[in-house]
């Protein structure tokens, strides 16, 4: 890593309701529409081509590339190529929301990106969650890891932890690090709300398995609507 390069890391941990299972979980996480639609400032994202991602992955530290076996060839990743909106929110909004879909951003984004952002990511799905990956303007990556433990008590939620890195020039750094773990926050909880509602469509009447999911709620468990609690850890 050059000396004008530095790195900042965040977490947080997501303990999900009882209700919900480590498959519906990983069914949204591997949902690419699904996870990009949780940014609210996109206006388009679109798939490149299998030979964008051959490029894509020449820039990545070898640690973030995927095992050739397991995952197939790096051609078969998708790459999207994402654009959001910039500038729309007021002071404060912004900081909050203007995060969501990329993950490494911060108020920082919108003193340099004015109008509109463009960016690419790609997606690597796993078998416990899933990575994202995004190559930034000005240099800025990110290394973003979903994964979801199984519960550790009888009568507990799955535990979903997002962990994320950023690559930056140290100029950057500072101001990309004053919203990024709120942003995290943000977007975990954003991916409860997304889980909760998608659960609750699979548990209405007719649906397969919409039996279950009301034998689950009848025992007392929390029920689908309400809010997972969201514990963050940050790591230094």
Not at 220 to 228: D, L, T, V
Request: charged share 20%.
């Amino acid at each position: 890593m050059s000396f004008l390069t530095t790195t900042t890391e965040v977490k947080t941990k997501t303990t999900l309701s009882p209700h919900i299972t480590k498959a519906q979980a990983l069914s949204l996480l591997h949902n690419d529409t699904g996870m990009l639609d949780l940014n609210p400032s996109k206006i388009t994202y679109t798939l490149l081509p299998p030979s964008t991602s051959e490029q894509f992955y020449t820039s990545v530290p070898d640690a973030h590339k995927p095992p050739t076996i397991a995952s197939g060839p790096i051609s078969s990743l998708p790459v999207y190529h994402i654009t959001e909106h910039q500038g729309t929110f007021k002071d404060g909004e912004a900081e909050v929301q203007g995060v969501q879909g990329g993950h490494w951003k911060g108020s920082w984004i919108k003193r340099f990106v004015p109008n509109e952002l463009a960016y690419q990511t790609s997606v690597q799905h796993i078998a416990d969650g899933m990575i994202s990956i995004t190559h930034a303007p000005m240099g800025v990556q990110s290394v973003t890891t979903w994964v979801v433990h199984d519960s550790a008590k009888e009568g507990e939620g799955c535990v979903l932890e997002k962990s994320g890195k950023v690559w930056s020039n140290r100029a950057l750094m500072p101001l990309i690090k004053g919203g990024l773990q709120g942003s995290y926050e943000k977007l975990a909880a954003d991916f409860v709300v997304a889980l909760e509602k998608m659960v609750a469509e699979e548990q209405k009447p007719g649906n397969t398995e919409s039996k279950a999911g009301e034998e689950k709620n009848d025992s007392g468990e929390m029920k689908a609507g309400e809010r997972a609690a969201v514990e963050v850890e940050t790591v230094s």
